[in-house]
């Protein structure tokens, strides 16, 4: 069985930083074709942060684009999101998930293997 476990989640004020990470061992599957973060919060659906791809493609969502960044640790078979310049607004359960086929970070359906989450509060 697959376990993926996820770190790093806290509360911080905003403008502060955190850095998430990802542990699994289907990140060192060759099969995997992108590895990327995603978040939800309550009322709201699941939507995808980030992602980055075998062929070294990379894709974000407009809100995040030049405050967090994603990157793997093969070695590790780790995943890692650096959080910078957080906002309220960016308060929210994240995920890391992976994929077999390449796609892009809003395809949520096409990632197959989930973690159970890390709760990030960015509050005043």
């Known amino acids: 069985q697959v376990h993926v476990v996820e770190s790093g989640g806290g509360s911080v004020q905003p403008g502060e930083s955190l850095r998430l990470s990802c542990k699994a061992s289907?990140?060192?599957?060759?099969?995997?074709?992108?590895m990327g973060w995603f978040r939800q919060s309550p009322g709201k659906e699941r939507e995808g942060g980030g992602i980055?791809?075998?062929?070294?493609?990379?894709s974000y969502t407009n809100s995040v684009k030049g405050r967090f960044t994603i990157s793997q640790d093969n070695a590790e078979n780790t995943l890692n999101l650096e959080m910078n310049s957080l906002r309220p607004e960016d308060t929210a359960t994240y995920y890391c998930a992976t994929s077999r086929v390449y796609t892009f970070y809003s395809a949520i359906n096409d990632f197959s293997f989930w973690g159970h989450g890390t709760q990030v509060t960015v509050s005043s």
């Open positions: 980055i791809c075998r062929d070294g493609s990379e």
């Open positions: 289907i990140f060192s599957d060759v099969l995997v074709k992108c």
